[in-house]
């Protein structure tokens, strides 16, 4: 075993392969921090590229892609509260509160160093456990999936906002707009126009939910003049800072490498958890959401956390995590290669290689972060009334960009009338989100299970693993209504 | 009305108003349905209700006096119906730019939408780089999008009628 890791470590080591990863990861932090590029679109873009590459380095390629861009979507979500990504959507909720308050250098540089540990731990999760937790996920059946999911939104609606209620209103407005579309017999929901009936995709929704209400207010209440520009002031994370949020980055990279592994979750899932737990845990958890360095470091550390484990149910069973896996899936095949446990057995040396290839490029990540954050960080001096003005051109170009869409820029300017009215009534967005992303995933699963027990409800509560997480909401339910108790009493007592 | 109460009644009538309007018009169910797989329009009906309840829940809190805190919002405190009037504005200017992008084309519809949304934050300091970004960004990002992405704009059917 030794000689083949070393035979790949030679291989891996040529300039080559470096230069490779390099432009990879700085690509994928530049399109990851432009709002309305995502990572699949710079996964996807490059793909036609690889058919003149070698099949390890093109590999490399996309998945330095995919991690520059993970990072790169806390950049714009720190600077200007537009998440690049939708895994940085809980980033935004501290990073930029942080900005504000001129520490938007240090809540970039806690954004980096939790994606690159992050990272580097969900590699060697990838390294170690892949065949295992491959099997353990390949266990998790239609109501378990459910189950998970809900579990997952209930922490987010406990955690976003004031009020558990009111962030419950927002995931039921996101899981009633993800209902949009065609259906799985056929049927075509809530299709006012046309252009309904293929659904509502994620990015207009995800940044005019996001994005634009920032213009909106501007515009409306004229609250934020150029004083209010974040200054950059102090930018290093303490010591004390760091170690302060090390327990929540450790738990994020485990949170991020399990539901990375699990096929369909994804990133952004990854995140929020990691967020709603390190809330639930921190001694700091009532400063969430104002500027929270452990915040960022939570969702940052779970989001590029599922990176490398997204990659454990590809390798080891074909089953691509989301949706740039199944582009890499698309990449693998292109080159020869059969993801499954079959290339655990033929490719071993390019498997190795990949291996050591992702571990090089969380290294190559923390350069490149640092480069690009003094270039980012730049933002925070242009006058607001010019630069949401910026944002909301960047908005439109990269929306329409992605599927050549007017529909899709109208959902865009739409989502961005309804993200200002929800912060008019202080319902939270941030369940509306994911409420949104997992919806389908949700319902789809939901209606396997019913379809499979004939009907019968109680399928969602027939194996042990359902029971566990539905004890697990009830916890959930009542650790956050016992919270938001002893908060009102709390302002009683102070009234 | 009080804000918590406005949107306690705000959400029960949009919940209100998907289950028993629009479900039943625009969520057909299919003639056939295999098996005991349950109908497209029973997620959203449920959801739906979901949120009739949660929203009734939010108004008898307002009622009671235990809707959460309410985070004031900060304004240049101008009055109500001058910031009514400035999101009338927004609205009116993404309906018009939508409305007009199949007739100007998206370059100028951009340019149009841009340089009204900076004039709207009340901005009339940078006129250098407020015509730089409503000009020259739109042109930049143009041809960007189309040089090294291929993405094809649309023209406009104003402007290929007088021959551009």
Same mark, same amino acid.
């Given at each position: ?11 891996? $080591? ?101 994606? !690159? ?32 999911? !809900? ?28 209902? =949009? ?55 290093? =994370? ?59 470091? $939570? ?60 571990? !090089? ?45 007017? #529909? ?9 009338? !309804?993200? #200002?009215?929800? #912060? ?11 409420? #949104? ?32 997480? $539905? ?25 | ?164």
């Amino acid at each position: 075993m030794l000689n083949d890791v070393l035979s790949a470590l030679s291989a891996v $080591a040529t300039l080559q392969n470096f230069l490779i990863m390099t432009a990879g990861i700085w690509g994928g932090v530049i399109v990851g921090a432009i709002p309305g590029m995502t990572g699949t679109m710079a996964v996807t873009l490059a793909l036609p590229f690889t058919f003149y590459m070698a099949p390890v380095p093109s590999i490399l390629l996309l998945v330095a892609l995919y991690k520059g861009s993970t990072y790169g979507g806390s950049v714009s979500a720190i600077l200007i509260k537009t998440p690049g990504t939708a895994s940085a959507a809980c980033t935004a909720l501290d990073g930029y509160p942080l900005a504000q308050q001129g520490k938007g250098g240090k809540a970039l540089n806690m954004a980096l160093y939790s994606s !690159v540990i992050g990272d580097f731990l969900s590699n060697i999760s990838l390294i170690f456990f892949a065949a295992p937790l491959a099997l353990l996920a390949l266990h998790i059946g239609p109501p378990e999936f459910f189950m998970l999911m !809900v579990f997952a939104l209930t922490t987010v609606a406990g955690v976003s906002g004031n009020s558990l209620l009111l962030g419950m209103v927002s995931a039921a407005l996101g899981l009633l707009l993800a209902t =949009v579309g065609e259906d799985l017999y056929g049927s075509f929901r809530f299709a006012f126009v046309p252009d309904m009936q293929a659904g509502l995709s994620i990015a207009p929704v995800l940044i005019g939910l996001f994005a634009l209400p920032e213009l909106i207010k501007l515009v409306v209440l004229r609250a934020a003049n150029k004083d209010e520009a974040a200054p950059l002031g102090a930018q290093h =994370v303490t010591r004390e800072e760091f170690m302060g949020s090390l327990r929540s980055i450790l738990k994020g990279s485990v949170i991020g490498s399990i539901l990375g592994a699990i096929p369909g979750i994804g990133p952004s899932s990854a995140a929020f958890f990691s967020y709603g737990e390190a809330q639930r845990s921190s001694k700091n958890g009532a400063n969430f959401g104002k500027g929270e360095l452990e915040g960022i470091a $939570a969702s940052e550390s779970a989001n590029n956390g599922a990176c490398g484990a997204t990659m454990i149910p590809l390798l080891a069973l074909g089953v691509p995590g989301d949706v740039i896996t199944g582009v890499m899936l698309g990449a693998f095949m292109i080159q020869g290669l059969t993801p499954g446990p079959l290339l655990f057995q033929t490719n071993m040396h390019e498997i190795y290689m990949l291996f050591i290839g992702m571990l !090089v490029s969380s290294v190559l990540l923390f350069f490149a972060g640092k480069v690009t954050m003094r270039m980012f960080t730049k933002v925070a001096l242009i006058p607001q009334t010019l630069l949401t003005p910026l944002v909301l051109l960047l908005c439109i170009f990269g929306i329409y960009s992605i599927a050549s869409s007017t #529909f899709d820029v109208a959902v865009l300017l739409v989502m961005g009338l !309804v993200g #200002f009215g929800m #912060f008019l009534l202080n319902i939270p967005a941030a369940p509306f989100l994911i409420a #949104f992303i997992l919806g389908p995933m949700i319902e789809e699963n939901l209606r396997r299970a019913l379809a499979i027990s004939r009907g019968d409800p109680a399928v969602l509560l027939s194996s042990p693993i359902t029971w566990a997480f $539905a004890v697990l909401i009830i916890l959930v339910l009542g650790l956050t209504v016992r919270r938001e108790f002893l908060k009102s009493k709390e302002r009683r007592v102070q009234q | 009305m009080t804000k918590p109460v406005l949107r306690g009644v705000l959400v029960v009538a949009f919940f209100a108003l998907c289950a028993f309007y629009l479900i039943p018009v625009y969520v057909p169910r299919p003639a056939f349905i295999p098996g005991f797989a349950p109908p497209p329009d029973m997620w959203p009906r449920t959801v739906s209700l979901i949120g009739i309840f949660l929203g009734l829940l939010v108004l008898i809190l307002a009622f009671r006096g235990g809707a959460p805190a309410e985070e004031a919002i900060k304004t240049d405190k101008s009055s109500t119906k001058r910031m009514v009037l400035r999101f009338a504005g927004v609205v009116i200017a993404f309906g018009v730019f939508l409305a007009a992008l199949p007739f100007v084309g998206f370059l100028i519809a951009v340019i149009l939408l841009t340089l009204t949304m900076v004039l709207m934050t009340g901005e009339r300091n940078y006129r250098a780089w407020i015509a730089l970004l409503s000009v020259g960004a739109p042109i930049l990002l143009l041809l960007f999008f189309n040089f090294a992405l291929g993405t094809q704009f649309p023209k406009g059917a104003l402007l290929k009628t007088l021959g551009f």
